[in-house]
């Protein structure tokens, strides 16, 4: 049965589409600010100061709700998106917006398990379980250098998946003579 992640996710979401807008803002402000400035002098008289004031307060003012909007609808979109499942012999991970990415890991290739509590999951109630793996590069920070990085679920949860795994391991482990 797929599950889904923990409804903290979304703020992880949130706050990853929201520094990549106000990156992109950096960049394409300076072509809209402009526009905004140009359009709000000409409504009061051209060249007038209180024109270009008006003009810098609606363009911060814009950027800031599309923000907002587009990390909304970036966050539930991405957590809507977002499942995984333990399956007799694998875990299965399935997320994407536009392009869908399927991963399957075999229990064979596990080796160990982490649970990381950030201040945002500690907050929020949730835990991040990372999965490494045979084959795959480990990376200090977690997440990204592993391969069964499941970022929000709930602490009990996380707990749970661990013993599961760890069962699992040992199993494959006295199997083949180690």
């Known amino acids: 049965m797929k599950k889904q992640l923990h409804q903290g996710a979304k703020w992880i979401f949130r706050i990853n589409a929201y520094l990549a807008m106000i990156i992109l803002a950096f960049f394409v402000g300076w072509i809209i600010a402009p526009l905004f400035i140009i359009v709000s002098t000409l409504m009061f008289e051209p060249g007038s100061v209180q024109g270009v004031i008006v003009g810098v307060f609606l363009s911060v003012i814009f950027y800031i709700l599309l923000i907002i909007v587009i990390g909304e609808i970036y966050a539930r979109m991405a957590y809507n998106r977002w499942f995984y499942e333990f399956t007799d ?4 991970k399935e997320k994407g917006i536009i392009w869908k990415k399927y991963s399957n890991i075999p229990y064979e290739r596990i080796q160990n398990v982490d649970i990381t509590r950030g201040i ?31 970022p929000a679920v ?6 749970n998946i661990r013993e599961f795994l760890m069962k699992k391991i040992s199993k494959k482990g006295r199997s083949q003579g180690l």
């Open 89 to 92: 012999n694998q875990l299965r």
């Open 154 to 159: 709930g602490i009990q949860e996380a707990e």
């Open 120 to 150: 945002i999951a500690r907050i929020f109630g949730f835990s991040t379980v990372n999965i490494q793996t045979a084959g795959f590069s480990y990376s200090p920070r977690g997440g990204l250098g592993s391969e069964g990085y499941i």
